[in-house]
């Protein structure tokens, strides 16, 4: 995403890559989640990334 608003749409990989894991763990990811991707290069929307961004986090939260 360019962070420009409106423009609300990002592909499966890069958000794999930003979130730091392979895009097939994000694509099996989104499908359990009830997102309907293909493939890495699918586009989700910014607020499908959004949702899956803080579903990870709290998934993975660091042990301090």
């Known amino acids: ?5 409106g423009d ?7 958000l ?5 894991m392979k895009s097939s ?9 009830g997102v309907v991707v293909k493939t890495h ?3 989700i929307t910014e607020a499908v990334a959004d949702e899956t961004r803080k579903a990870l986090v709290k998934t ?4 301090e």
């Open 25 to 33: 763990e994000l694509v099996e990811i989104l499908i359990k989640r």
């Open 8 to 14: 609300g749409k990002i592909r499966v990989n890069q």
């Open 1 to 5: 995403s360019t962070g420009q608003p």
């Open 16 to 20: 794999a890559k930003e979130l730091g």
């Open 60 to 63: 993975a939260t660091p042990t």
């Open 41 to 43: 290069s699918s586009v």
